[in-house]
């Protein structure tokens, strides 16, 4: 089965610009989750979907970071405008539900983000 | 907070020996938990999983629970250089996944 697919693989922008990463998981996963990795850091969890629904934006900074998944498939993670301290890897994973679902994310190979 | 700690190191140990790496939780209401390799520049990678209390083994990595403790951990028998990575612990509460900063690993030939 094809992976988790992830674009772009790398970005640079200045500060106060905007940026959108998109994702789109394995086919039949119905959760999805956006995480940042920081350099030297695990992945922090922004948002987590069921399907097109929010399980979980806790972490999500919502003044400056939004995300949507429409038809419940692929997503798309902006920063508007980013900061400095964005700079980060924006991993995209998805995982199964239901009966099959074992708890393992299938990570895509991550956007690389850098803030001048 | 739901807390994920682990030593961040790094690491090392000399090939042929036992890798021992540790994590700790906060949330007493986690369910799963989880063991990912992650290389440099490389996405995160699952390797051991493990549900209930006491030891999971597979191949040279045996995984360790304890609940009461709230201690997870994951031994790597037979170190080989290419295990050389940053091990991330992840925790699985009743809706999210979270992950501890990772212990980075080497071992030497």
């Known amino acids: 089965e094809a992976g988790v697919a992830q674009s772009p693989r790398y970005k640079i922008i200045e500060k106060r610009q905007s940026v959108a990463f998109w994702c789109n998981p394995i086919?039949?996963?119905?959760?999805l989750y956006w995480y940042q990795q920081i350099l030297g850091q695990g992945p922090k969890l922004l948002i987590q979907f069921q399907n097109n629904g929010v399980v979980d934006d806790s972490q999500l900074p919502k003044d400056r970071f939004s995300a949507e998944r429409l038809k419940g498939v692929d997503s798309t993670l902006k920063i508007q405008p980013a900061k400095l301290e964005d700079s980060a890897v924006y991993l995209c994973a998805s995982s199964r539900t239901g009966t099959s679902y074992t708890g393992e994310l299938f990570f895509g190979e991550g956007s690389r983000l850098t803030v001048l | 907070q739901k807390e994920v700690e682990q030593n961040s190191g790094p690491l090392s140990v000399p090939e042929g020996a036992i890798a021992s790496l540790n994590c700790t939780y906060s949330?007493?209401?986690?369910?799963?938990f989880f063991w990912y390799r992650q290389y440099s520049g490389k996405s995160p990678e699952l390797i051991m999983s493990i549900y209930s209390n006491g030891d999971k083994e597979d191949g040279r990595f045996t995984a360790q629970l304890n609940k009461a403790s709230q201690y997870v951990s994951l031994l790597i028998r037979d170190s080989q250089p290419s295990d050389s990575a940053t091990y991330l612990c992840a925790v699985k509460g009743n809706n999210d996944m979270r992950f501890g900063a990772g212990t980075r690993l080497t071992v030497k030939p």
């Open positions: 086919s039949g996963h119905a959760t």
């Open positions: 949330d007493r209401g986690s369910q799963s």
